[in-house]
């Protein structure tokens, strides 16, 4: 039940909640020992993009999905098919991400290789990734580097943080007016002794160095054990620097967990700060929320169903945390008042009101039901099946 909070405007702030899709979390993946392979699994965009958009056609929330450049694009062909095939699923391309660690020539770093042609070929893609942005309508590049050294001595840290802020400067003047560009950091993997965007003070101070189009990605499991997130979160807010999320959760490391699945709590005290700037008068519109998940053991559609509405149901809890409460109690240093407003907020069963939410879009009360008897995920396992059989490709129904 809600007391303090009118339920359109909180039904408003849900219509203005979108969630990004990884065309990545809709493809067979799996850890360094090995892949397990589904039969419903998207092989192509195509693929990818259907099932992003059946994802949003279920949760009415998730109108973009991302893309990786070198995963979903064959360099030189015309994008903007790609555009116009999401347009067909009520979709559009969302943050165009360009692949700086799995080409050969990567080894030992992409931009911040002391080898300068290295460097090019690193610069070269990211022009080719602006072109793809534009010819699919995209105003987002996000950029992770696996750029590091394994061991002391291996390279000079000064020196590629140096060729790092050359390459983000030059970049950021490349993109097209309206365009954002969003640098994600991570403590480490897969470089083991020094990561050159280790944290996100790093990212800030190259964001902040590279121009105003440059902020920062916060992928929720590149973080230290122990290490408050939302901290992070609302220092970056109140610096105009926060530019999205990468969702997901962790146990031990960057583990692409299912968004909420271990520490739901966590995750709420996140939206907690973002409402609260919201409440404060920041303008926190600008903030992508993207999801970056692979599911190696999970049944990919249903997983992302599974994160969307996690997300949502969070996100509208920390929308009812009664702020005029909070204020007093902390006005009165009453710690317990305070957490209790945001514990009572976070314990609200917020299902019906969501249920509510989608009644009002047309939308299924329950969309991993409502996906569930659909029978999609069968469907598309006999046909990709067959198209893999006719390709000569190995077919995954064996164990299925
Ligand atoms: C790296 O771990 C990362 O979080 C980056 O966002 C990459 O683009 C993505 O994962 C690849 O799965
Ligand atoms: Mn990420």
Redesign the pocket.
């Known amino acids: 039940m809600i007391t303090h909070m009118d339920r359109d405007k909180l039904f408003a702030l849900l219509d203005a909640f979108a969630v990004e899709l ?1 065309s ?1 979390g809709f493809a067979d993946t799996g850890t360094r020992f090995g892949k397990f392979l589904q039969p419903a699994a998207a092989s192509t965009i195509e693929e990818k993009i259907a099932d992003a958009g059946t994802v949003h056609q279920y949760t009415g929330c998730c109108p973009r999905v991302a893309v ?1 450049v070198l995963w979903d694009f064959s360099m030189g062909v015309d994008a903007t098919a790609t555009a116009d095939l999401a347009a067909k699923h009520g979709i559009r391309i969302g943050a165009v ?1 360009p692949n700086f660690f799995e080409d050969q020539v990567y080894k030992f770093g992409s931009v911040c290789n002391p080898d300068e042609s290295v460097r090019e070929h690193a610069h070269r893609h990211m022009m080719d990734s602006i072109a793809i942005a534009k010819a699919v309508k995209s105003d987002t590049i ?1 950029l ?1 580097f ?1 750029d590091g050294t394994n061991y002391p001595g291996q390279d000079e840290i000064a020196s590629r943080k140096g060729r790092m802020h050359g390459a983000l400067r030059q970049w950021h003047d490349a993109l097209a007016p309206g365009m954002k560009m969003l640098i ?1 950091y ?1 403590p480490f ?1 897969p470089a083991f002794y020094h990561t050159d965007i280790t944290d996100w003070g790093m990212a800030y101070v190259f964001a902040k160095d590279a121009g105003r189009k440059a902020k920062v990605l916060v ?1 929720t ?2 973080h230290l054990p122990g290490q408050n997130i939302e901290h992070i979160v609302a220092f970056l807010i109140d610096e105009e620097m926060l530019g999205g999320f ?1 969702f997901n959760d962790r146990k031990y490391a ?1 583990d692409d967990l299912t968004f909420g699945s271990i520490d739901p709590y966590a995750a709420f005290r996140t939206f907690c700060e973002i409402r609260n700037a919201a409440e404060a008068g920041k303008d926190v519109s600008g903030i992508a929320y993207m999801v ?1 998940q ?1 599911h190696n053991l999970k049944p990919k559609v249903e997983a992302m169903i599974q994160t969307v509405v996690m997300a949502q149901e969070l996100y509208a809890k920390a929308c009812l945390v009664d702020r005029g409460k909070l204020r007093d109690a902390q006005a009165r240093t009453n710690t317990i008042d305070a957490e209790e407003c945001l514990k009572s907020a976070f314990f609200t069963d917020v299902k019906a009101l969501l249920a509510e939410w989608r009644k009002g879009k047309s939308l299924e009360a329950d969309p991993l039901g409502a996906y569930r008897v659909s029978g999609y995920e069968a469907r598309v396992a006999r046909e990709r099946e067959a198209v893999r059989a006719a390709r000569g490709g190995t077919s995954s129904t064996s164990y299925a």
């Open positions: 990884p990545w990786h991400n996000s992770w696996a994600e991570k993997d992928d499991g590149h990468h960057d970056d692979s």
